[in-house]
């Protein structure tokens, strides 16, 4: 189902020219967008004091397109940050205010029976997190934002790109998504056409799963020869506590419970104001049909070690996303003609350490010093671009990526199995006994219901959800309201079902419609076929769509396509 793009009769786009065009406004696009500006201060200043012989740099349109709302509505991460990329970038962060929630004073890792708790006597070299920071990426961004706003950088938030532009293979700007269109994607009263940016160099910056990168990976052919995107999926919980309980400053990681059939582990994170940060990550690679983050994260709920932790607590707000696992072999080709792509829309992720906010900013930095050599040469094919992919080798990214390059692909054999490979990884600087581990692709992993769960299937305890009190437990449907999550209900639906016979004939019988399951916000919904009795159709409820995009990722049958919906929609994060 193609979406409706023609233009009413007499309406045209108006097009904008630009200097450097970055599509998204999260930590990458945000960092490179304030380097660019910086560097482009510093050249100038340098030739007016005379230290630099050279012309100065013209006044640069550099723009920040970002789908969301306002920066920061769709930001969501655990959040521990390593501020050696901060640091790098704006020295006096903390003179400037930057909202660092708390710094890190005490970590460990537990595993967790069904009812125990056993903390590790040591924790493990990639839990040590002292001396980091916990931090709201959604108030993060938003900082970061006013930075980049105080520079002269415009940022246009509510502006989806949906479409790259093209002069032969080089890539000359983006058209923005139209605004004010109905279901069937007819011009309403309200509506306004998207916008034609064209420009000299675009970085992308999407995010997971960048919806729009994935449509220029696949043209210009950008992930061969590499290893497979895989992906993991993490829900969480803000919980306010009563006045004076909670210590701020507290990481604790834990394994095992609630996890059975999937690879995962959770995490704890203690902030001031009396609030804990509770949430979960599985792996996408999973073979259980039935895997449902947000069902574990309740369960998670019920332990006691954990029960007793948030004993007294509310829930405040929940989110959940994808975030890119298989980091230094899944990478595509980052750079060229006309465009680069920087942090987890080209997997810059240290899955081991749940790390990805410096590398994503340190990525846009680098990116920042190439598009600047660009605006020098007035050039920006990809023999100018190509330093951008040397940067990131001679950076930490690559070491930190390095290290880990085999991780997922060996924890995805199981948590017990892989221990004594990771450990081997670790004094081989990564290898183990095989290098360039291949990935499984996370939708053809998944096996039918009664291969994992035998006849109990749905009804297994393992599959149930405590019963939600409004507090401390919810269903689905009470945590997505917690994300503030709003779409035009009059507006095209953005996930694009290629197949619906598959859902009711194939995918519901055998697998129980995993997409239920794993959507952490009841965007699926199996309701009575009206085509065949006894059988179930697939409802695609849009509207909730809080834009974690395992749907586009998990599905069986790959048959869902995950589109930017209408710029604006989708959930209102702010203390995510």
């Not at 009563?242 to 419970?257: K, S």
């Not at 582990?265 to 895997?291: C, E, M, N, R, S």
């Not at 081989?428 to 998944?446: I, S, Y």
Request: proline share 6%; net charge negative.
């Amino acid at each position: 189902m193609k979406i409706n793009d023609s233009l009413p009769e007499g309406v045209t786009r108006d097009t904008m020219e630009v200097d450097v065009l970055i599509v998204g406004g999260g930590a990458a696009g945000l960092s490179c967008a304030y380097k660019i500006a910086t560097e482009v201060e510093k050249h100038n200043q340098l030739v007016a004091e005379g230290k630099l012989q050279a012309e100065p740099i013209p006044e640069q349109m550099i723009v920040v397109i970002e789908k969301g709302s306002e920066i920061g509505a769709h930001s969501f991460s655990g959040a521990v940050l390593n501020p050696k990329a901060l640091q790098e970038l704006i020295p006096n962060y903390k003179e400037l205010d930057c909202p660092l929630d708390a710094e890190v004073t005490y970590d460990a890792v537990y595993y967790l029976g069904q009812q125990s708790a056993f903390k590790l006597p040591i924790t493990p070299p990639p839990f040590h997190n002292v001396g980091n920071h916990v931090i709201s990426l959604s108030k993060f961004n938003r900082w970061l934002a006013s930075q980049c706003e105080a520079k002269g950088i415009n940022i246009f938030p509510g502006f989806a790109a949906v479409e790259a532009l093209y002069e032969g293979d080089k890539i000359v700007g983006v058209r923005t998504g139209d605004k004010g269109r109905d279901k069937e994607g007819n011009p309403k009263a309200n509506f306004e056409p998207g916008l034609i940016l064209k420009a000299k160099t675009t970085v992308f910056a999407e995010g997971t799963r960048g919806s729009l990168f994935k449509q220029v990976s696949k043209k210009l052919n950008l992930r061969a020869g590499k290893n497979a995107e895989v992906f993991e999926e993490g829900v969480k919980e803000i919980i306010q506590m009563p006045a004076g309980t909670v210590t701020p400053g507290r990481v604790i990681h834990t394994m095992g419970f609630p996890l059975n059939k999937s690879i995962g582990g959770t995490f704890i994170y203690t902030v001031p104001g009396d609030k804990i940060i509770l949430g979960i990550v599985a792996y996408l690679d999973t073979q259980d049909p039935l895997l449902d983050p947000h069902r574990e994260l309740q369960k998670l709920k019920t332990h006691p070690f954990i029960a007793d932790m948030i004993k007294g607590g509310k829930v405040l707000a929940y989110g959940g996303k994808t975030l890119p696992a298989g980091g230094w072999y899944s990478m595509p080709k980052i750079y060229g003609d006309g465009f680069m792509v920087c942090g987890d829309s080209a997997s810059m992720v240290d899955v081991q350490k749940l790390k990805g906010i410096h590398l994503a900013m340190k990525s846009g930095m680098a990116a920042a010093d190439t598009a600047l050599e660009a605006i020098k040469k007035q050039d920006s094919s990809s023999e100018v671009l190509k330093s951008y992919e040397a940067k990131i080798h001679e950076s930490y990214v690559k070491k930190e990526l390095y290290r880990v390059r085999n991780f997922h692909q060996t924890l995805s054999k199981g948590m017990f199995a892989s221990l004594p490979l990771i450990a081997l990884q670790e004094m081989t600087g990564g290898r183990g006994l095989f290098d360039n581990m291949q990935a499984h692709v996370d939708a053809k992993t998944t096996l039918k219901v009664a291969e994992v769960w035998g006849s109990e299937g749905e009804k297994a305890p393992e599959n149930q959800l405590p019963a939600a009190d409004g507090t401390l437990m919810f269903d689905k449907l009470g945590s997505v309201y917690l994300t503030g999550t709003m779409h035009d209900e009059d507006s095209p639906n953005h996930l694009l079902l290629q197949n619906g016979d598959i859902c009711r004939t194939v995918c519901e019988p055998q697998y129980k419609s995993p997409c239920v399951k794993f959507c952490p916000a009841s965007v699926y919904e199996m309701l009575p076929s009206t085509q065949e009795a006894g059988k179930y159709d697939l409802q695609i409820n849009y509207t909730n769509c809080i834009h974690c995009k395992t749907c586009d990722i998990k599905c069986p049958f790959e048959n869902i396509d995950w589109t930017v919906p209408e710029g604006g929609g989708g959930p209102k994060y702010t203390e995510t």
